[in-house]
């Protein structure tokens, strides 16, 4: 996803973070004016849904404005396919589950405790 929220407040003409801080608030969204700096200078990891709300009532705008969605880029390399899970030896796989080890007269059930 692409994070669109200074080209929304540009069309609202707002260009500072502290600006921004003003626009939210006369929605009644308070957030600190380290996390609007931070949510204007960078992507966010996460959002709430209700601060989205309330950032898209100070902006006049829909989610979509904000949020641009992006194709996923298809991995070039062969070296860098999905991880394996623990166990897994690559290409050719190794068993999927443990055995246990036998000694010889030994029975392949396991004895109850005592």
Do not use: Y
């Not at 069309?11 to 600190?32: H, M, Y």
């Not at 062969?78 to 246990?100: H, I, K, M, N, W």
């Amino acid at each position: 996803m692409k994070w669109n929220l200074r080209w929304a407040a540009a069309r609202r003409d707002i260009w500072r973070p502290t600006d921004l801080l003003a626009a939210f608030k006369e929605v009644g969204f308070t957030p600190s004016l380290s996390k609007v700096s931070a949510m204007w200078g960078s992507q966010p990891v996460t959002v709430r849904l209700d601060d989205l709300d309330k950032i898209c009532a100070a902006l006049h705008c829909t989610v979509a404005d904000l949020l641009e969605a992006e194709p996923v880029e298809a991995r070039e390399r062969v070296g860098q396919d999905l991880p394996t899970a623990v166990g897994e030896s690559g290409p050719g796989r190794g068993q999927s589950r443990p055995t246990p080890r036998q000694h010889k007269g030994d029975s392949l059930r396991s004895l109850p405790p005592n």
